[in-house]
């Protein structure tokens, strides 16, 4: 009798055990590209009906793994496949290095090449893409949730893994931003930049440590663990490592995958897409990972079909329907309440934007249209305010968190850029075609010699050689600017006149020489403005003997301002002002005045309004290029060539600018200009003195329309230029700014 009692009694203890069911984890693995393979692991498990209880990814496998538990659908995922450009997410600098400007009316280049160095360190940055681009997609994708959320409150529960960059410690990130803790999943080191995390520390890509964490997934209480490696199959060869770039792919796999490897028998079920010809960064196959992942699939099609059977004998299967909305899809979109601004750099010193810039989206829902005119500021104020990062993601409250990261900046750098345009045009002085190029190299050294000095080198190489060395010493602080004493010497050779610049086909050989010693006072302010007081003294050595003096000394003092808010040539709205005045001294007074003002407004996030005024009123040794004002191109009346040189110039534009769309991840940019004024006819290019120095004593008027289409690339400005005018000339060029 006690026998059966207990017989019953331990039957009755076992019936809950028996009917439990089982926790099913889902483990994606990183890879880079790879990971898209995870989308047909996705679909297949969703085909089968089998739950998925939580998600634990690394890497690569954070982005899918926190998409799909967030509520979008693995069809919903291929979409956004097909809406982002994947190549132009990678295709952001760590940082956009600006050439400085350093006085009115010189236009600003982008450099091609920038690095940063000191006595213990090398590189403007710690990485060798930017995640401008990154950080904005996850801005939007995850922007219905809240930067406060508890990981276990998202549709299915959600893990995903990091290592703090200093100690290599494994992160779990469970709840709070999931922008921050993907963005943290994801910083493959040197790639991509390590993320900030908590109060000053920084972490790397999780697969660093644990690229497929299913021991974890075990300690976390799982009973089934169905996992993706899309890094398991690699190099078969030694013949295959015989490059660069496996090598680098190479040694990556044998960082991560050795633990990941050891946690293979710990899944009940594993999938390993055969993905050892795609490169990790290579995001220009999405359909062949994903089809890839779908025959690793198939190869397990039998045991997938045997789990499948063995979870729904304890908890049943439900078939997802695949064109379904996903449950994110469904949540309300946030609303823009408020603006808050928050530093993420560990170093002092980074302007960060104001709340009050990014007034025009309070009130506004945090949709498509608003995120894609949210992304555009994002990045212009990035450029300006030379940050590395700057993003958003919602806080509660309708809170939008604009964070901000710049890094710490190394005392020396080096920098190189170029600037190059030819086309053709019937204005030019004795040809109908052109070819000009120049690079430049520019160099600082901070604390030279252990003092507050500061060592300024540019060096040009193209229509002239050029070097220019000067000293510069803060003098003196304000709460409005820095003022800097700055002696300067320059030395050149190449064409510095009117018949040996290279857009004249009858020119002579360019062995013009020069040199000037410059002292300098300048104040910078409010980041935007400079002005300057400079004396020089000039020598000047012209090559061709036509000019009455081929030797010019002359002393000369200048007065410039310039302040800009205008960073490129499609900035959509801003201003700028320059300002120029010198007196000089050569057998009688030497003086010039120069003025111009440019503004422009948005009208839409696409769309922009500006116009400018422009004044030119010269009188400086006439064989000199620098002697006048060039009204060529896009900066004057459109139909001139470029070194289409005035002594006096009045002339008005309005201009408008539409945004285009994105080739290879860059912006384009469409713009009709407008331009009309009065100019002197004096023809610099005849080397004949002018018959008058009065202002403005022989002129003419014209007008002249425009079109521009033009790339910003960090090569620089790209442009297509065409314009024509009422004096007959006409000018198509293309050029790099």
């Known amino acids: 009798m006690k026998r059966a009692l207990f017989f019953i009694l331990f ?4 019936v809950p055990l028996a009917a439990s069911k089982p926790t099913v984890v889902l ?3 990183g890879g880079g590209a790879r990971g898209l393979a995870h989308i047909a692991v996705l679909e297949a498990l969703e085909a089968e009906g089998i739950p998925i209880d939580m998600v634990l990814g ?14 979008y659908t693995p069809k919903e995922i291929r979409r956004l496949l097909e809406e982002t450009d994947l190549v132009g997410l990678f295709s952001e600098p760590a940082l956009d290095t600006v050439r400085n400007q350093n006085t009115a009316f010189s236009y600003m280049h982008d450099h091609v090449f920038s690095l940063g160095f000191g006595e213990k360190a090398l590189g403007d940055g710690p990485s060798l893409i930017g995640d401008q681009k990154i950080l904005e997609l996850l801005g939007y994708l995850f922007a219905k949730y809240p930067n406060t959320i508890d990981f276990d409150d998202l549709p299915i529960p959600f893990r995903c893994v990091s290592a703090d960059a200093l100690t290599g410690e494994r992160i779990v990130y469970e ?5 921050s803790a993907i963005r943290s999943s994801i910083s493959i080191p040197l790639v991509f930049s390590p993320y900030p995390y908590e109060e000053n520390r920084l972490v790397v890509d999780g697969g660093v440590v644990d690229n497929l964490p299913i021991a974890l997934a075990r300690s976390l209480g799982a009973d089934i663990v169905i996992a993706s490696d899309v890094n398991a199959l690699q190099f078969q060869s030694y013949e295959e490592l015989e490059n660069l770039s496996a090598m680098a792919v190479q040694t990556v796999f044998l960082l991560t995958q050795e633990k990941a490897t050891m946690q293979h028998p710990l899944a009940d079920l594993l999938f390993l897409p055969d993905l050892r010809d795609i490169n990790s960064l290579d995001f220009t196959k999405p359909e062949l990972i994903i089809e890839r992942g779908r025959q690793a699939v198939e190869a397990r099609r039998d045991e997938l079909a045997a789990l499948a059977e063995k979870i729904g004998s304890t908890r049943g299967l439900a078939v997802l329907d695949s064109n379904r909305n996903g449950a994110y899809s469904l949540q309300p979109t946030p609303t823009i309440l408020q603006i808050a601004i928050q530093d993420l750099s560990l170093s002092d010193g980074h302007q960060m934007p104001q709340a009050k810039q990014f007034s025009s989206f309070l009130g506004r829902k945090l949709d498509k249209q608003t995120a894609e005119e949210l992304n555009l500021k994002l990045r212009e104020i990035r450029k300006a305010n030379a940050l590395a990062s700057l993003s958003y993601e919602m806080a509660p409250g309708g809170t939008l968190l604009i964070s901000g990261r710049g890094f710490g900046k190394l005392d020396r750098n080096i920098s190189l850029g170029l600037q190059s345009d030819a086309g053709f045009s019937n204005a030019l002085p004795s ?8 690079v430049f190299l520019d160099a600082y050294v901070n604390d030279f010699w252990n003092t507050e000095l500061s060592l300024l080198v540019n060096a040009t190489l193209g229509q002239k050689t050029s070097m220019q060395i000067a000293l510069s010493y803060p003098f003196a602080f304000t709460s409005w600017g820095q003022v800097d004493v700055k002696l300067g010497l320059f030395y050149g050779s190449g064409s510095f006149s009117t018949l040996s610049t290279v857009v004249n086909a009858a020119r002579t050989a360019p062995l013009d020489r020069a040199f000037h010693a410059d002292l300098a006072l300048d104040l910078r302010f409010n980041e935007i403005g400079l002005a300057s007081l400079m004396g020089s003294y000039h020598l000047v050595s012209l090559h061709d003997n036509r000019f009455a003096d081929t030797f010019l000394a002359f002393p000369e003092l200048k007065v410039s301002l310039l302040y800009n808010s205008l960073r490129s040539r499609f900035t959509p709205g801003g201003y700028r002002l ?3 005045a010198s007196i000089g001294y050569l057998d009688q007074l030497l003086g010039s005045m120069r003025l111009a003002w440019n503004q422009r407004f948005a009208l839409t996030y696409l769309d922009s309004l500006g116009y400018d005024l422009h004044l030119s009123l010269i009188r400086r040794p006439y064989p000199l290029l620098d002697s006048y004002a060039d009204l060529g191109i896009v900066e004057g009346i459109p139909g001139y060539s470029p070194l289409s040189l005035r002594r006096d110039a009045l002339y008005a534009g309005v201009t408008w600018q539409h945004r285009l769309n994105e080739v290879l991840g860059y912006p384009t940019y469409s713009k009709v200009i407008l331009r009309t004024g009065v100019l002197d006819v004096y023809d ?3 080397a004949q003195a002018p018959a008058s120095n009065d202002y ?10 425009g079109v521009v289409l033009g790339l910003v690339a960090p090569l620089g400005e790209i442009l297509i230029s065409f314009g024509a005018n009422l004096a007959g000339f006409v000018t198509l060029a293309v050029g790099v700014y």
């Open 11 to 14: 039957s009755l203890l076992c």
């Open 27 to 29: 483990v994606l693995s």
């Open 58 to 71: 690394a890497s690569m496998g954070s982005l899918v793994g926190g998409l799909y538990s967030s509520g």
């Open 175 to 179: 709840s709070g931003s999931l922008v």
């Open 431 to 438: 040809s109908l075609a052109w070819y000009r190029a120049d």
């Open 578 to 580: 320059d300002v120029l």
């Open 684 to 686: 610099p290019y005849t």
């Open 696 to 705: 403005f004593s022989d002129i003419t008027w014209d007008m002249g329309l």
